[in-house]
């Protein structure tokens, strides 16, 4: 379809593996979130790309975690040497403008479950 | 203190009810505010956004109480496919897409 499609929908990870995380955001969509959810919380904010630049990356927790939007289109979510901690729904999201105020629209996010 | 709070409940009525949730945030300048619906173990949907003014559609009321620093949801004649997590999402700098900041969110729970 049209949507926002994330890959893979799960992984089980072993605590201290390597995660990537694709996102293929709307097409024509500048901006794209990271956001990470937490089972009975709401999405917290992780990082910002408008166009392949990373405007803010004020939300990831720790330098184990890295993004990437190389050509302004698909975007990469990286989880160096996971933690439990980790788990949780990893929710992309695109939208058309950058001002914040347009709607956004999520993928089916990515569940991490690091044993 | 969060920058945006909601009952989590669960708010549990029944057909027909009406139900409204509040949501308060803590950043007097915050600008832009919306409404999301997320269903169970599903992506959050875009539901209303919520405006100065107040706005209605259909059977969803948003409104804002700039002074009280909150804005609510109210759900008239609630169905069964209301059952959902609604998450309040609060931008406190128009013009900058990465502050949006979303509640906990209210589960609300339509039976029969």
């Known amino acids: 379809g049209a949507g926002v499609s994330q890959s893979p929908r799960y992984k089980v990870a072993k605590r201290g593996q390597d995660v990537a995380l694709r996102c293929d955001p709307i097409s024509g969509h500048v901006s794209l979130f990271w956001y990470q959810q937490a089972l009975g919380q709401g999405p917290e904010f992780l990082t910002y790309?408008?166009?392949?630049?990373?405007?803010?990356k004020s939300g990831l927790p720790s330098d184990r975690f890295f993004a990437e939007r190389p050509e302004g289109s698909v975007s990469t979510l990286k989880i160096q040497r996971t933690q439990q901690e980790d788990s949780a729904v990893y929710l992309c999201a695109s939208s058309f403008g950058t001002s914040g105020v347009g709607e956004l629209f999520f993928g089916e996010g990515s569940r991490l479950t690091v044993l | 203190r969060k920058e945006v709070e909601q009952d989590p409940g669960p708010f549990n009525v029944p057909e027909g009810a009406t139900v409204a949730f509040n949501c308060t945030y803590s950043n007097s300048a915050s600008q832009s505010f919306f409404w999301y619906r997320q269903d169970c173990r599903k992506e959050p949907k875009l539901l209303m956004s919520?405006?100065?003014s107040g706005n209605e559609d259909g059977r969803f009321t948003a409104q804002l109480n700039r002074a009280s620093q909150y804005i609510s949801l109210l759900i008239r004649d609630s169905k069964l496919s209301d059952s959902a997590t609604y998450l309040c999402?609060?931008?406190?700098?128009?013009?900058?897409?990465?502050?949006?900041?979303f509640g906990t969110g209210t589960r609300l729970q339509v039976t029969l």
């Open positions: 999402v609060v931008n406190p700098e128009t013009g900058t897409a990465s502050k949006l900041t």
């Open positions: 919520v405006y100065s």
């Open positions: 790309f408008q166009n392949e630049a990373q405007l803010d």
